[in-house]
């Protein structure tokens, strides 16, 4: 069996996208599933912004070796889901790589699906929420970007972007590629 593989996508690589892959990664079932980040304009080789790191860490997370990276047209080829940042990130995935336009969403907009679809296995969850995309198109499918901005902006960022996770985690767990269910709080 193919491992599912999920791609998080934001600019720099160093907030939205970092927290989404550490925030998942410890749901997925290794061997089964993977998930990894990059950025479309990357501070290649940083650590992940230390605000958006402590946050992530409020949540359970770790940013522990974390390095930013540049998305190449292999990575998103080579991704089952790709889930972006914001819907004009994910123009510039699609823009570079044409092929994946069935299988890259906004984390928010795919996580908004999870609630619309029906499927029997990963790959036909996808298939069916690039189905019904257009029916959650006129929603707000974004992430603030907090990068060198407020602390109030990476709490929002890292609010949604663990909400978006923690949906698709849950609808994933139905695959036996994610443990079942664990919320968490975002620490005061």
Known sequence: ??????????IGNVCRSPMGERLLAPRLVPGRAAVSSAGVGA??????????????????????????????SDMALEADLI?????????????MAP?????????????????LVSAADAKSL????????????SEDLDIVDPYRRSQALHRLAATHM???VDSIADR???FGLATPPTRRALGE
């Not at 605000?51 to 359970?60: H, V």
């Not at 069935?102 to 996580?111: G, L």
């Open 43 to 72: 501070l290649v080789g940083h650590a992940m912004d230390a605000s958006a790191a402590e946050f992530l860490e409020s949540m359970g997370g770790s940013a522990q070796g974390f390095a930013a990276r540049r998305l190449t």
């Open 172 to 174: 994933l767990s139905e």
């Open 162 to 164: 663990g909400e978006a």
């Open 126 to 137: 996808v298939h069916a929420a690039a189905t019904h995309r257009a029916e959650v198109s």
């Open 99 to 115: 092929a994946t336009l069935r299988r890259t969403f906004t984390a928010v907009e795919f996580a908004k699906l999870m609630e």
């Open 1 to 10: 069996m193919a491992v599912f593989h999920v791609l998080f996508v934001c």
């Open 83 to 95: 889930l972006t940042a914001t819907k004009d990130i994910r123009e510039r995935v699609l823009q």
